[in-house]
């Protein structure tokens, strides 16, 4: 059966900004973005709907939430559980420019005369100092050459999602009224379970090593190696990880505070649970 256009559809909410995504669109899998020519990206302001599924407790930790917005807001991203996680901070930053407007007010307390106060941050200045650094340079180390790659947001997540039940599970134990050795056993086994978190996280992060006459992409072939490998090389692949990721973090905030005029550093996270709430 035909149906009538939407007379309203006219209406319909519009494009607010256009984003610019650190990545450039590189690391992306097949169709999982369209990609426009200029490379910015539409970006819609959120719905009602949107607002709700944003404040879903289950669903933010799970990441439902913020895939189910993240595809409403920004259209010509597909699939966002393949976003590379270069992306997620500027494509949620900008999704809230769009909703709200590019000011927010954020509470910091000073570390100078413990004043608590509210501030105003531009949300364009944050965005633009959202940035990737080059993956496609590799990390040499003797015959074994590195290359790498953004986690996904589905790594991300599940990663995230992992490491926060190894923490419940050791603060259960310490909390216990467990025999001290048996306490030790359970933490010990707790431990080696967030070493293994940590490593997995390590692997999704390898895009490839080569060695003589080889070329490995197996993400468990890369994993064994990294428990394997001596502490030395281990340190050097994690530092240079942590070193790619930090550039696609926010940067600390430039605070000067207004009752004593001391000026520091404020660290600026999104918190997912009241990113998009102090607006609204």
């Known amino acids: 059966m035909n149906q009538t256009a939407n007379p309203l559809k006219q209406f319909f909410r519009q494009p607010a900004i256009y984003l610019s995504l650190p990545s450039a669109g590189n690391f992306w899998p097949k169709d999982t973005i369209q990609m426009p020519d200029n490379k910015e990206l539409p970006v819609l302001p959120m719905t009602a709907i949107d607002e709700i599924t944003y404040r879903t407790p289950d669903a933010l930790f799970n990441g439902t939430a913020v895939v189910n917005v993240i595809q409403s807001c920004v259209p010509a991203i597909r699939d966002a559980w393949s976003a590379p996680g270069t992306d997620i901070n500027a494509i949620l930053v900008a999704i809230r420019i769009a909703s709200y407007g590019h000011n927010m007010e954020i509470e910091s307390t000073c570390p100078s005369c413990s004043n608590e106060g509210e501030y105003g941050i531009d949300l364009r ?90 070329l490995v992409t197996d993400h468990e072939h890369i994993a064994e190696f990294l428990a394997n490998c001596d502490r030395g090389l281990f340190v050097k692949i994690r530092d240079h990880i942590t070193t790619l990721r930090s550039n696609s973090e926010f940067k600390p905030l430039n605070m000067k505070c207004t009752n004593c005029e001391h000026e520091y550093a404020q660290p600026l996270t999104l918190d997912q649970t009241s990113f998009f709430e102090a607006a609204s």
Do not use: C, H
């Open 125 to 214: 200045t944050v965005l633009e100092n959202l940035t990737s650094l080059n993956y496609d340079v590799p990390l040499q180390q003797g015959d074994l050459a590195f290359t790498f790659r953004p986690m996904t947001y589905r790594e991300q997540n599940q990663t995230n999602q992992s490491q926060f039940e190894q923490q419940r599970t050791i603060q259960s134990i310490t909390q216990s009224e467990l025999p001290d050795e048996e306490k030790i056993i359970k933490l010990n086994e707790a431990i080696q379970q967030i070493t293994a978190l940590t490593i997995g996280a390590l692997k999704w992060s390898i895009a490839s090593i080569r060695a003589p006459g080889m």
